[in-house]
């Protein structure tokens, strides 16, 4: 059975950094997602990255202050969130697919969210 299990969101003030991961049990997938989710607001793209780690990609909202990375051996994807903004305030999912994609149709399986606040 597959999994995914995000951890590692919280209340943070502005400038401020947290570090989330998804853990992943049942299966190695070729891409992982984080996407995120504000009160009235669409779903976005965040970040991905490869089972390999050498495919990556960050959406421009948040390049340069966060960084998508994988440790295969612990099968678990990280997001480092630095300089945060009140406007990074949303729900964030962890996703795994076949491939890595900006796009959340992809993705066959979702974690079920961490809140991330980040206050003015």
């Known amino acids: 059975q597959v999994q995914l299990v995000e951890s590692g969101g919280g209340l943070v003030q502005a400038g401020g950094s947290l570090r989330l991961s998804c853990a992943a049990s049942?299966?190695?997938?070729?891409?992982y997602g984080w996407f995120r989710q504000a009160p009235g607001k669409e779903r976005e793209f965040v970040a991905a990255?490869?089972?390999?780690?050498?495919?990556?990609r960050h959406s421009s909202s948040v390049e340069g202050r966060f960084f998508i990375s994988r440790d295969n051996a612990k099968n678990t994807v990280y997001l480092q969130m630095n300089s945060l903004k009140p406007e990074d305030t949303a729900i964030y999912y962890c996703a795994a697919g076949p491939i890595v994609s900006a796009d959340a149709r992809p993705y066959d399986y979702w974690g079920q969210g961490t809140q991330v606040t980040v206050s003015s």
């Open positions: 049942g299966r190695t997938f070729m891409g």
């Open positions: 990255i490869s089972s390999s780690g050498a495919l990556r």
